[in-house]
């Protein structure tokens, strides 16, 4: 899969013990955070050029988990880990509801990407958010260190549900989520828009 590619913020991540801990869990590989690469036709861009600065998100980077049982999915989980500055705050020293919510997106749809690989899928399906319900727990403090993860709950046909989290250094769950993606092809997504 992913794990033969470069990861230029790994190390700042391993000099963080408890996301260091994290990271060496068993079973976990290393993959790109594919978001953070813009592509052809303006794609990622959010992730990849506007929130990859000193004052918005200053690192990421992400390890998934490969399913050894029977599982709605080949991937059963991801974790973005993301050090995030003061340049998406809402409140004093708060991250923005709405970039938490971003942010929860964009690691679900890490995830259903590496579905996609798995399954040897390529690029005629993918994945569009259909509906995400975000409970907010805990602040989000800035500037700090995050895991945003995320799991697949079941899939059906083209409907795919996730829950997803994000824990803090104090592994409190700051915010949970739960959500249903719609697996689409580029025709499909095109003739829609």
């Known amino acids: 899969m992913a794990e ?4 230029p913020d790994l190390e700042h991540f391993q000099n963080i013990p408890w996301c260091a801990s994290l990271l060496s869990a068993p079973g976990f590989k ?7 690469t813009v592509k052809a036709h303006n794609e990622d861009t959010l992730f990849g050029q506007t929130l990859k600065s000193d004052n918005t998100i200053t690192h990421a980077h992400s390890v998934y988990l490969p399913s050894t049982t029977k599982s709605p999915a080949p991937i059963l989980e991801v974790r973005t880990f993301v050090t995030l500055s003061t340049g998406m705050n809402g409140g004093p ?6 970039m938490i919510t971003t942010l929860m997106d964009d ?6 990407k590496l579905n996609r690989e798995a399954e040897k899928r390529g ?20 500037p700090g260190t995050y ?15 996730l829950e997803g989290w994000v824990r803090d250094e104090d592994n409190d769950v700051c915010v949970t989520s739960k959500s249903l993606w719609i697996l689409v092809t580029r025709s499909e997504a095109q003739m829609k828009l």
């Open 4 to 7: 033969s590619r470069p990861f």
């Open 107 to 112: 690691v679900m749809g890490t995830l259903l």
């Open 30 to 36: 290393h993959t790109e955070t594919f978001s953070r």
């Open 93 to 98: 020293n708060t991250l923005h509801g709405g």
């Open 123 to 142: 690029e005629t399906a993918f994945g569009v958010t259909a509906k995400i319900d975000v409970r907010f727990r805990k602040l989000m403090l800035t």
């Open 147 to 161: 895991c945003v993860g995320a799991r697949v709950t079941k899939v059906e046909g083209k409907k795919v549900r």
